[in-house]
Structures are given as structure tokens and as C-alpha cells.
């Protein structure tokens, strides 16, 4: 019998990895992991601060006006401008044309027919009435901040 002298043991498991420091892979996932966190945060940070600044544009905008049917002709001056950056032309549009480009995706009528149709000759009137206008402030500037996002 060959091997008979020799002294036999049982075979043992090896010692486990140790859970750290981690394998070179695992850097690899957290840095991508890290950097796709911080690209997201950037970019919320970012779209919060566009979207302050607009309002912001908006507030100061209208505040300046001193008449309600001043701030009518303010509203609509920022809304035409932000048009521009949506759809060319668009801040040529008049009437309904125009009021149906506003409400355009919001799956409201805002302006077709709710407050927003202060839009089609309230800064011609000569009096407007101060509820009303700020009724259309309200819907003007969220439609105003939604367009300002959009690149």
C-alpha cells in the first residue's frame, strides 16, 4: 500500500476575505454611484433655482406696475416673452389664438374662459377690477414659471 506512513488530516476550509477594505470593483461602483448622485442633486438644484429666479422675474415685474390694469399689461408682456421661447411667433398671437396657446397643455381653461381672459383686453380697459387681476397673477405665474423651465 502506497502512502500508508503518511499522516493524513482532514481538509479545512480557507480562512474568508476580509469585507474590508472592499475589492478595486467595488470603488469602481460607489465613484459611478457618488457621481450619479451628485449630477442629480446638481441638476435639482439647478431646476429649484431656475424656477425661483423666474418667479422672482415674474413678482418684480408685476409689483412695478402700479394700476391693476398696469400689472394686466405686465402679465402679458412676460407671458409674450416667454411664449417666444416655446413656439416662435407665438407672441404675435392675438385673441382666442392666443388664450388657446396659454392654456395649451395644462388640460385647464384658465384662460379661455377662467380668470386668464382678463388677458384679451384688460390692460385696455380703463379700470380693472384689483381681484380679478390678481386672480390672473395666480394662473399667469405658473404658466409663466412652467415656460420659463423648458430649455
Excluded: C, N, Y
Amino acid at each position: 500500500m502506497i502512502g500508508a506512513g503518511l499522516p493524513l488530516r482532514d481538509v479545512h476550509e480557507p480562512v474568508a476575505p476580509p469585507w474590508w477594505p472592499p475589492a478595486p470593483g467595488w470603488w469602481i461602483v460607489a465613484g459611478v454611484v457618488a457621481l450619479l448622485l451628485l449630477a442629480w442633486g446638481a441638476w435639482r438644484w439647478r431646476k429649484a433655482r431656475r424656477r425661483r429666479l423666474a418667479g422672482r422675474l415674474f413678482d418684480q415685474t408685476v409689483d412695478a406696475a402700479q394700476t391693476p390694469a398696469a400689472q394686466v399689461a405686465a402679465i402679458s408682456a412676460l407671458l409674450r416673452r416667454a411664449a417666444r421661447r416655446i413656439e416662435p411667433g407665438a407672441d404675435v398671437l392675438q385673441g382666442e389664438d392666443w388664450l388657446a396657446l396659454l392654456d395649451r397643455g395644462t388640460g385647464q381653461d384658465h384662460f379661455s374662459s377662467g380668470p386668464g381672459a382678463l388677458l384679451r383686453d384688460g390692460a385696455f380697459r380703463p379700470e380693472v377690477d384689483a381681484r380679478a387681476a390678481e386672480d390672473l397673477r395666480e394662473v399667469a405665474r405658473a404658466r409663466f414659471i412652467d415656460w420659463m423651465q423648458r430649455p
